[in-house]
């Protein structure tokens, strides 16, 4: 029984300072680590079935510290259990928070209902006031991203006609012979100059 509870104990060690790397370890190996450490814990829960059936039949005065010392073995393996189950439940809001955070910032704002409901949406999820604040100042800025063009296209269209309309005009002018300027008269028909009278 000895050894058998010495490698127990041992690899249960092992458990403990594994997950202390679980909590620094990179998005990639993460589920590796988890994995790992779940095989080890099932293959202590069957060691420890074969510690308990040992240490029942130990001798009567042996027998009360080895069921101590399984038992004690089976409290931690328990534990650890749990703190991987907590660990991995943390990891999986957390990444849901991240997909939904994500989801958030990538989204426009269109009414003020949405608006608001998006905004209650992020509150729940932690979102620091600041970051709402960011979120409500670029949707009010993409407003004026959009329709400030919209505004400046207009007019420019307008000056546009016009400098095309006064260009012909003086061209019509200036086909006009020397010295007949001040007489030629422009008719535009079309677009077209109608010539100079003499």
């Known amino acids: 029984m000895d050894p058998l509870y010495q ?11 594994r997950m202390g790397r679980l909590e620094t370890a990179d998005k990639q190996s993460v589920q590796i680590v988890e994995n790992e450490i ?5 293959q202590i829960f069957s060691r420890l079935e074969r510690l308990e059936i040992l240490s029942s039949k130990e001798p009567p005065n042996k027998r009360q510290n080895a069921k101590l010392r399984v038992d004690q073995l089976k409290y931690d393996v328990q534990h650890l259990q749990t703190a991987l189950r907590n660990f991995q439940h943390r990891r999986h809001a957390r990444e849901q ?3 939904q955070r994500e989801e958030l910032l990538s989204r426009t704002f269109t009414t003020n209902g949405t608006q608001k409901k998006i905004l209650d949406i992020a509150n729940m999820l932690g979102l620091s006031n600041t970051v709402m604040r960011l979120i409500e ?3 009010f800025q993409d407003k004026y ?3 400030a063009p919209l505004r400046c296209q207009g007019p420019s269209m307008g000056l546009l006609v016009i400098h095309k309309m006064d260009s012909e005009t003086t061209t019509a002018w200036l086909s006009c012979p020397p010295g ?3 007489s030629c008269q422009t008719a535009h028909f ?5 010539g100079c009278s003499r």
């Open 38 to 42: 779940q095989a080890s814990i099932d």
């Open 137 to 139: 100042k670029r949707a």
């Open 180 to 182: 007949t300027q001040g």
């Open 7 to 17: 490698q127990t104990h041992k690899q249960v060690h092992e458990i403990q300072s």
């Open 190 to 194: 079309g677009g077209r100059s109608a």
């Open 97 to 99: 928070q991240e997909r």
């Open 145 to 147: 991203f959009m329709i």
